[in-house]
């Protein structure tokens, strides 16, 4: 995918995510305030409901106070039972509501005659009866105004209230602790004789009021406060569970959303280290096919005169061409078996300090060609080690061919070995160009090659490396890098023992 395309792709999938986190935010702002509405409406309707039964409970009591009011109870209520009389008989019908007090209403005093009780209700209607009391309702507030007391201490029965306010606020749904108290409508409070605590209602944070007794127009007007403390964060824990699943869902989004471009850029990357593999592969492989092809054109042309000398140059180039192409198809069948993951060692004893020996042998000529030399310094005095020939010979000729590459002057190679209790470590060192902190974690990376600029004298796949670490990982042994650009490098591999092998073994498996 070309850069331009994933730019904006990414630019697309930051621009929907950031949209969709925003609706998100501004979906759970309106779920507050919604709930807030719906909590404020539950409180005032709340608050109503004890406005008006207080107000009803007066009526009651000042009814009861009073001989004519007692006469007026005591004609609801044969109302009502010859209604109630008449529903039972026809079978249904609408039962009024008894009234807030319905203790028995105690007769005249017998000086006086008891009056009269209307039995007969057969010409009223459910709507007149509703009507009746409705009017005697209101005759008894035009009438008992003036006889109320004033006072609003003397009004308000502090249990009574109390009372009142607990069960309203249960069945509107409001849960958990509140103050409240009585204020003048200049918002001085009342001394009622409650707890201090619940008379600061005015102080607290979200405060809802009432007025008392609101039908009184020439009263003086007071006002109830409830105060409910932390009310937001009882919302708040209302709606815990769907903004935790709502954050879970968004933290998924985003975590999927970073992976999903992590691998991208990675698949992007290993795109185009393919592609530069390709293009070395093809580079590589053309140089020797040439030159092989040119020695053979120039032994087979009968016209060119041919020493002895000059036959064997010829041979040799083919000899060390060949040679090139065939590491180069190992170096590609090496890559092939780490992807697969099917390595196979065939372990046997080997002489590290003879194995070394041979590799050096063998790549003196490439060393010698740039004037440079290779130094033995074994000093491990166990020097046998189980493993497999093969693959610790070509880790050897990798680690060589790349101090050969990777160094500008004349090269200079030293191979030292030490050995303890546990195995044998072998050490690399060069007088290259070194390798950067920076780069020294990847190099070991499959396909990584060191960035050289624009200049591209050194040539590879970065397989080698990649290929040494794993060759040591199977031996159970380990491989440490030192270096300083511009000073050269070390590689340290260790191999261990084979007794420190199985005993690692047995542990893994225990």
């Known amino acids: 995918m070309e850069k331009h395309r994933i730019t904006l792709l990414l630019v697309a999938i930051s621009a929907a995510l950031m949209g969709l986190m925003g609706i998100q935010v501004k979906w759970m702002r309106d779920s507050m305030m919604l709930r807030e509405a719906q909590f404020e409406r539950s409180m005032d309707h709340a608050l109503f409901n004890v406005s008006d039964k207080l107000e ?47 203790s028995p209403i105690p ?25 009746r009391e409705a009017m005697i309702t209101e005759m008894v507030r035009s009438i008992y105004a003036d006889a ?11 249990h009574v209230l109390d009372s009142l306010l607990r069960t309203e606020l249960r069945i509107n749904g409001v849960q958990g602790a509140f103050t409240y108290g009585v204020f003048t409508e200049d918002g001085q409070p009342v001394e009622l004789g409650l707890d201090p605590r619940w008379e600061g209602a005015g102080n607290e944070g979200a405060v809802y009021r009432q007025r008392l007794y609101r039908h009184d127009l020439a009263g003086p007007v007071h006002y109830l406060h409830v105060g409910i403390p932390g009310h937001r964060g009882m919302l708040w824990r209302d709606m815990a569970p769907l903004l935790l699943t709502s954050a879970l869902f968004m933290a998924i989004i985003v975590v999927a959303f970073f992976f999903t471009i992590r691998t991208i850029f990675r698949q992007k990357r290993i795109g185009e280290i393919r592609n530069d593999l390709v293009n070395n592969l093809t580079h590589e492989l053309k140089t020797p096919i040439s030159t092989i092809g040119l020695a053979c054109e120039a032994l087979a042309d009968p016209s060119m005169p041919k020493t002895e000398q000059q036959v064997r140059t010829f041979v040799a180039m083919i000899r060390d061409e060949n040679k090139r192409l065939g590491s180069l198809v190992e170096n590609v ?31 003196s000529m490439q060393v010698s060609r ?13 020097h046998h080690v189980n493993g497999d020939r093969i693959h610790l010979t070509n880790l050897l000729y990798n680690l060589i061919d790349n101090a050969v590459k990777y160094t500008e002057q004349e090269p200079r190679i030293r191979i030292a070995s030490v050995s303890n209790d546990e195995g044998i470590t072998v050490s690399v060192t060069d007088n ?15 396909l990584y090659r060191v960035p050289t600029g624009n200049i591209h004298n050194a040539k590879g796949f970065g397989l080698g490396l990649s290929y040494v670490r794993t060759v040591v990982e199977r031996h159970g042994g380990r491989i440490r ?19 420190v092998s199985t005993a690692q073994a047995v542990g893994g498996r225990g």
């Open 56 to 102: 009803q409970l007066e009526k009651m009591r000042d009814l009861r106070r009073l001989k004519a009011g007692k006469k007026l109870l005591r004609k609801l209520d044969a109302l009502r039972r010859a209604h109630d009389e008449q529903a039972a008989l026809s079978g249904g019908g609408l039962s009024l509501d008894p009234p807030l007090d319905t």
């Open 107 to 131: 007769p005249d005093p017998p000086d006086r005659p008891a009056d009269p009780i209307i039995s007969s209700t057969d010409a009223w209607s459910e709507e007149d009866l509703a009507d």
């Open 148 to 158: 109320r007391p004033t006072d609003i201490k003397e009004r308000i029965a502090v």
């Open 333 to 363: 069948l090496q890559s092939a078996v780490l992807e697969s993951g099917h390595m196979v060692l065939k372990r046997v004893d080997l002489d590290v300090h003879a194995l070394v020996q041979d590799v050096v042998r063998s790549s």
């Open 370 to 382: 740039r004037n440079g030399r290779i130094d033995l310094d074994l000093k491990a005095e166990i």
């Open 432 to 446: 290259g160009i070194g390798i950067a902190p920076s780069e020294q974690r990847k190099i070991f990376d499959r």
């Open 481 to 499: 890098l030192e270096s300083t650009p511009g000073s050269g490098s070390t590689f340290h591999i260790f191999i261990p023992f084979e007794h």
